[in-house]
């Protein structure tokens, strides 16, 4: 069987491994770092524990799937449970609405806290639901680069469909088309942050995210989001995949136009075939010196990144939940500072996440512990000490103003990363958190595809690469390279 060398260990690169190994090829995974999952890892505390990078998990049956891939009972080994809430969301005028899992509970909400009713949301879920029907399968499942894409029933079907898509508007014009009352049009704009992007140059087919959340639920694993990568990294391990950390990968090795092996520092690999779940732009840029890096991953933006505390919190918060989002006053001002200045604005949407609501053991008794993200740009050497002091005396006014509370007291331990720091720990293009941003129409079509027509056997997957960002997407990328593989042998 063939021999594959995986760069990365990231969600994708695992999820890859898991894959092919399944169907019998021999595969290495190096990994620059000393542990594996790349952005999904945790930081510990003085006996806080705390989600390093993503909080929020969709889709957990595109994990399921890699227990199944390796004929195993996934309920056996990765356990995880529908939260029953999605979100809580304040506004600094005292408005309070909690998103539901239970329909019913969540159209009454609506009812009861805007005076929106139920007809008028359900009518933009509809929407939101044909849009993701006509499009999963060809934009999400499928590799946009292939002909056979194209000539797929599916594809003529979205393709004849394609006024519904609402591509020629942005996700907030048909936001504000469809709701009068603002707080409304802001919650659902906010669906764009999901995959780093401004809800106001985004398309509006992005409200398929919205669908996602709310047809298919948000979940929690019961060990907590860094058990994702654990679970799957000891699956890969049972499966005979070798994994090497602390090897970064330096070189891609190609004989005619076709990949032969990669080069660490320590040794060289030979390999039929080399999939990168390292950024695309650093591939191209770092290990493949001599090919031209295609124009589209130099000149993509980038998605937005974080700026994060984590603090330790002497005390309890009955009215928050896992996840709880405090919003600006100025959302369109948000997203301009973001993307147009590279800049924070001096009142940003806060997002607060507290793992212990549902994980016990992540805070000691009556404590919890505090994921507190901004959106911020992507890393361009901003002076990020300045700028984390500026945000963090915002940022704490304004929960306390929102909340009513003195938090600054009872942060007992606190930790603070930057765009730097996420670019320096996952070796992400300028930190941004899902590769390029889709802040345009076409979008989906200027990432880069899974595969290189300029060099044989060399594979792409990962946030960076097509379908886009975030760990259902990240799945979704190795479910494609492993059709391709697997078409051709
Ligand atoms: C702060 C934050 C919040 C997020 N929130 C969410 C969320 O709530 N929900 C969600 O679904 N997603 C979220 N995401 C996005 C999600 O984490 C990523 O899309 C996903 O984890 C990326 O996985 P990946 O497979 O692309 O690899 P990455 O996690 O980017 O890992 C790539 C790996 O490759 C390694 N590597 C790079 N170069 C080399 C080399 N030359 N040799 C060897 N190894 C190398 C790196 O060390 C790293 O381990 C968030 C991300 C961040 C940072």
């Given at each position: 069987?063939?021999d ?29 770092n ?13 006996g ?15 994990i ?9 009972d ?58 993701y ?39 907030h ?62 699956l890969?391990?049972?499966?005979g ?6 090897e ?16 660490s ?20 840029n ?110 704490i ?93």
């Amino acid at each position: 069987m063939k021999d594959v060398s995986i760069i990365g260990s990231g969600i994708a690169g695992i999820a890859t491994s898991i894959r092919l190994a399944s169907k019998g090829y021999k595969v290495k995974v190096f990994e620059h770092n000393n542990y594996p999952g790349g952005k999904i890892n945790s930081i510990e505390l003085d006996g806080y524990k705390f989600n390093y990078g993503p909080q929020l998990l969709t889709l957990p049956n595109l994990i399921d799937e890699l227990y199944k891939c390796a004929g195993l009972d996934p309920k056996r080994y990765f356990k995880y449970k529908r939260k029953d809430i999605h979100c809580v969301y304040f506004w600094k005028d005292g408005t309070v609405f909690t998103a539901y899992d239970d329909k019913e509970r969540y159209l009454k909400e609506f009812q009861s806290t805007f005076d929106v009713d139920s007809k008028t949301v359900e009518k933009y879920f509809i929407k939101s639901k044909k849009k993701y029907n006509l499009t999963n399968k060809v934009f999400l499942e499928s590799s946009l680069h292939k002909l056979s894409t194209y000539l797929s029933l599916e594809t003529v079907r979205s393709m004849m469909q394609l006024w519904r898509l609402d591509i020629n508007k942005s996700l907030h014009s048909l936001n504000q088309k469809s709701f009068k009352n603002q707080h409304v049009v802001q919650m659902f704009d906010r669906y764009a942050t999901y995959n780093g992007s401004s809800p106001y140059k985004t398309p509006g087919i992005m409200s398929i995210i919205q669908h996602l959340e709310h047809s298919f639920g948000t979940y929690i694993p019961d060990e907590g989001m860094d058990s994702i990568a654990k679970h799957l990294y000891n699956l890969a391990n049972d499966l005979g995949v070798e994994f090497f950390f602390n090897e970064a990968i330096e070189e891609i090795l190609t004989k005619n136009n076709q990949v032969i092996g990669v080069r660490s520092a320590k040794k060289e690999i030979t390999s039929d075939i080399v999939v990168s779940n390292m950024d695309v732009y650093h591939t191209y840029n770092k290990l493949l010196p001599h090919l031209d890096t295609p124009i589209n991953v130099i000149k993509n933006e980038r998605s937005s990144s974080a700026l994060i505390f984590y603090w330790g919190i002497n005390g309890t918060f009955p009215n928050l939940d896992l996840h709880n989002i405090i919003f600006s006053s100025n959302y369109k001002k948000e997203f301009d500072k973001i993307f147009r200045e590279k800049d924070i604005s001096d009142d940003p949407t806060i997002y607060i996440n507290i793992s212990k609501k549902d994980i016990k053991d992540h805070a000691p008794k009556d404590k919890e512990n505090w994921y507190v993200m901004i959106n911020v740009p992507w890393n361009e050497d901003q002076n990020w000490d300045i700028k984390k002091s500026q945000l963090r005396k915002n940022v704490i006014n304004k929960i306390n103003a929102t909340l009513s509370i003195d938090i600054n007291s009872l942060i007992e331990t606190e930790k603070i990363i930057t765009p730097k720091n996420i670019s320096n720990d996952t070796l992400s293009y300028k930190g941004a958190l899902y590769g390029s941003s889709s802040n345009s129409k076409l979008s989906a079509f200027l990432r880069h595809p899974n595969f290189t027509n300029k060099l044989k056997n060399l594979y792409f997957v990962g946030g960076s690469v097509h379908p886009g960002g975030g760990i259902p997407l990240c799945l979704l990328s190795a479910k494609i390279v492993d059709d391709i593989i697997s078409s051709k042998d």
